[in-house]
């Protein structure tokens, strides 16, 4: 629980999610309307964050310094990556995907499961 209070208290950003966002919807705005359905923008993003360096900041002045580091040094690496990104989500059409469900929503579900298990 102390963990989850320091995390509270303190407030970071990896500015390369804005970054990766960015360029999945902009190489999304450019695919079929019928192709672009079928594409998981989130499966993307992390997939092409996994392979990018992290661009944390912790001020505004940090994030933008950030997010300038990013655009100038990083943006082909960062088109790059997505556009593979892009390709590797492609290849497996009809994979099964269970997204990860909000802190909340777990911990609701399993506060649920007890009360139950306890009436049973």
Same mark, same amino acid.
């Given at each position: 629980? &102390?963990?989850? @209070?320091?995390? $509270?208290?303190?407030?970071?950003?990896?500015?390369?999610?804005?970054?990766? =966002?960015?360029? !999945?919807?902009?190489?999304?705005?450019?695919?079929?309307?019928?192709?672009?359905?079928?594409?998981?923008?989130?499966?993307?993003?992390?997939?092409?964050?996994?392979?990018?360096?992290?661009?944390?900041?912790?001020? &505004?002045?940090? @994030?933008?310094? $950030?997010?300038?580091?990013?655009?100038?040094?990083?943006?082909?690496?960062? =088109?790059?990556? !997505?556009?593979?990104?892009?390709?590797?989500?492609?290849?497996?059409?009809?994979?099964?995907?269970?997204?990860?469900?909000?802190?909340?929503?777990?911990?609701?579900?399993?506060?649920?499961?007890?009360?139950?298990?306890?009436?049973?």
């Amino acid at each position: 629980m &102390e963990a989850h @209070r320091l995390h $509270q208290a303190i407030t970071y950003q990896n500015v390369m999610e804005i970054l990766v =966002t960015q360029e !999945v919807e902009r190489q999304k705005s450019r695919l079929s309307p019928k192709l672009a359905k079928y594409i998981n923008q989130v499966e993307v993003a992390t997939y092409a964050l996994n392979r990018l360096p992290p661009l944390y900041a912790s001020s &505004e002045e940090g @994030r933008r310094q $950030q997010q300038l580091k990013g655009n100038k040094k990083l943006r082909q690496q960062i =088109t790059t990556t !997505v556009r593979q990104a892009f390709a590797a989500v492609q290849r497996d059409p009809i994979r099964v995907c269970t997204p990860i469900r909000p802190e909340e929503e777990t911990e609701s579900l399993a506060a649920k499961l007890a009360l139950q298990g306890i009436r049973e």
